[in-house]
């Protein structure tokens, strides 16, 4: 082959080179990503050219991407049959960086731009990623217009390239890389496979590896798919493909749309929160495409945090295939994508919580905790998000319930949403708090993960109705229908006897609370603990002890039910009576395990062998 005098590149094209190889793509392989886009963006020209015109040179050609290597010598040859160039295009195509030969196409006129949907990116910036492993790089092309000559372009890398005549009998271009040593790996027939599904699977054109007649590549986007022509095995199929798992998702979202963006989203709700034993996501994230190339495995922002469990993959037509994750991460489109997809994917649960309740039961107590922690992060979703919590309640221990069946269920004159926090549903449904609300038929949403207090942080209000701590101090007690305050029939301790029982509390307890006194809002509970700086300052202490190794209990107001056995028992018992002093002790410790703060629970049970050997006498 025959080459002419080295030919300066343009544009200071060294110092280019040098930001494209080392600052603009962040992983190597991604070269190969770019040759078969390039080649692809070929046969997508090479196709439409011959549905107006036969008159072109091998216009019978399989329309194609083929791979070779020479692990020996470290060469990789990439070839299409695609449009080809004549060496006057080489100078113009790669001899300027970003000069594209699929733009100039796409610019020729309309009726190009809507039939090139798959033309993927700017030939000229993605070709000289090749230099990330190349020694050396030689193109020998073949225009499809009949009666042009082949023709060669050859570099190194460095400040000038050379053209010059060749020969080659098939249209197209053929790329022959000479790999650096750090690269040999890329020739290796398993590794450029592997290159191919991560980043190429989708290319509309078959790709062929070796002397092997089975193509490598899918080829077909299910996600490009009209979702009327979608099977649910084959969403199935795909959705198992991308996460080894087992079982079929929960739901699907398939999402197309040519404004405001060009977009096609295919997204997943997994069955459980954990990944599948051998599951490939090594982070959470969506896999972007762009025209149906991969640029970026695990994505983080085409979705808020909290719906970080959602899988699956998003193909836009408007970002630059070549795009830096940093750029990708500034870019306005991914903005707008974020909002598109977080709105698909929070109408999709509504949807499901409305039209089968069953399934949305097991989509929440997998994924539950997410859409709390998008409230407690995220306060200005809060409105949007509260239609999709469930609770357990007073009343319905066993099934979930919405906010929304709450205030249906309320009682006439109840202008409050009633709850109480735990640390499970056991407790809970044994605390002093719930006394009056049980008595009177109040239903009491009970909150028992550790994420509810910090959702509550955020979410004060549902609809017109405030959400009230049953065990706040200064709580305005509904209207009751059962026993009330003045109800005389049972025994109570007198207020001047019961003072000397407070007395007695405050003497054995010490600097342990910060005050004892007695309450009208116990029924079947001996006491129970307040908190005497009100129910946010409760509240947050939870969210405190939550984060805080060292965190210490504090100081609590002891209420005591003037009208209890226990107590009116212990009224009548000497002041010094060991048996008394065990009582008082346990009470407060029984108070304490219920609200979940005991230091160690453990540390009772002499005490409570000791209450059991006296009562037994």
């Known amino acids: ?146 009666g042009t000559e082949a023709a060669s372009w050859y570099a190194t890398g460095e400040d000038t390239f050379t053209v010059g005549p060749a020969e080659k009998e098939e249209r197209g271009t053929t790329v022959e890389i000479k790999l650096k040593e750090d690269a040999a790996e890329f020739a290796k ?56 798992d087992f079982e079929k998702p929960l739901a699907r979202i398939h999402y197309r749309a040519d404004a405001p963006l060009q977009v096609y989203a295919l997204l997943f709700l997994p069955t459980k929160a954990e990944r599948a034993m051998f599951s490939p996501r090594k982070e959470d994230g969506l896999k972007l495409y762009v025209r149906k190339v991969l640029i970026q495995e695990y994505n983080k922002d085409l979705l808020p945090h909290y719906y970080r469990f959602v899988q699956g993959v998003v193909d836009t037509e408007d970002l630059p295939l070549n795009v830096s994750r940093e750029a990708i991460q500034s870019s306005p489109v991914i903005a707008r994508l974020r909002k598109i997809l977080t709105n698909q994917v929070t109408t999709k649960l509504k949807e499901m919580a409305e039209n089968d309740p069953d399934t949305y039961a097991r989509f929440w107590e997998n994924f539950g905790v997410f859409i709390k922690e998008g409230i407690s992060t995220e306060p200005l979703v809060s409105e949007t998000l509260a239609p999709l919590l469930r609770f357990h309640t007073t009343t319905h221990t066993e099934s979930w319930v919405s906010l929304d069946d709450y205030i249906e269920r309320m009682k006439t004159g109840q202008d409050k949403i009633y709850y109480i926090l735990g640390d499970d549903e056991r407790s809970v449904a044994r605390s002093p708090h719930l006394d009056y609300f049980r008595e009177n038929g109040y239903e009491v949403i009970t909150l028992t993960d550790p994420m509810d207090s910090f959702m509550l942080v955020s979410l004060r209000k549902y609809r017109d109705f405030d959400l009230q701590n049953v065990a706040a101090p200064d709580l305005e007690l509904p209207p009751g229908e059962a026993a009330t305050d003045e109800d005389s029939s049972q025994e109570e301790i ?97 108070a304490l395990l219920i609200e979940g703060l005991h230091p160690d629970p453990a540390s009772m049970l002499p005490r409570i062998q000791e209450l059991m050997e006296k009562a037994l006498e």
């Open 189 to 244: 027939e398993y590794k450029i496979r592997d290159v191919i599904k991560r980043h190429s699977d989708y290319v509309s054109f078959p790709i062929y590896l070796g002397d092997s007649k089975e193509q490598v590549n899918r080829q077909t986007a299910i996600w490009r798919q009209s979702p009327k022509e979608t099977k649910d095995e084959e969403y199935t199929e795909f959705y198992k493909h991308l996460t080894l």
């Open 1 to 146: 082959m025959k080459e002419t005098k080295p030919i300066a590149f343009k544009a200071e094209i060294k110092q280019l080179l040098d930001i494209l190889i080392h600052s603009l793509y962040t992983e190597r392989e991604i070269f190969l990503r770019e040759l078969i886009s390039n080649a692809s963006d070929a046969l997508t020209q090479m196709q439409f050219i011959l549905l107006t015109d036969r008159d072109v040179y091998d216009a019978d050609k399989e329309l194609k991407i083929h791979i070779t290597v020479d692990e020996e010598e470290k060469k990789i040859t990439i070839s299409d049959t695609g449009v080809g160039m004549t060496q006057e295009e080489l100078v113009q195509n790669l001899g300027t960086i970003a000069q594209s030969g699929a733009r100039a196409f796409l610019e020729a006129g309309e009726d190009a731009k809507a039939n090139l949907a798959d033309i993927i990116g700017q030939f000229g910036v993605g070709f000289y990623s090749v230099f990330m492993v190349a020694e050396w790089v030689r193109v020998i092309s073949r225009s499809y217009r009949p």
């Open 494 to 590: 007198p207020e001047k006897e019961f003072q000397k029982v407070i007395e007695r509390f405050k003497k054995q307890l010490g600097e342990r609370v910060s005050d004892v006194r007695s309450t009208k809002r116990l029924r079947k509970s001996v006491a129970r603990l307040v908190d005497p700086e009100g129910v946010l300052n409760q509240e947050m202490q939870r969210v405190y002890r939550l984060v805080d190794r060292n965190y210490e209990v504090p100081k609590k107001v002891l209420e005591l039910n003037p009208r209890h056995p226990i107590l009116l028992a212990l009224n009548k018992r000497e002041d010094e009576d060991a048996l008394s002093q065990a009582v008082i002790e346990q009470i407060y410790e029984n």
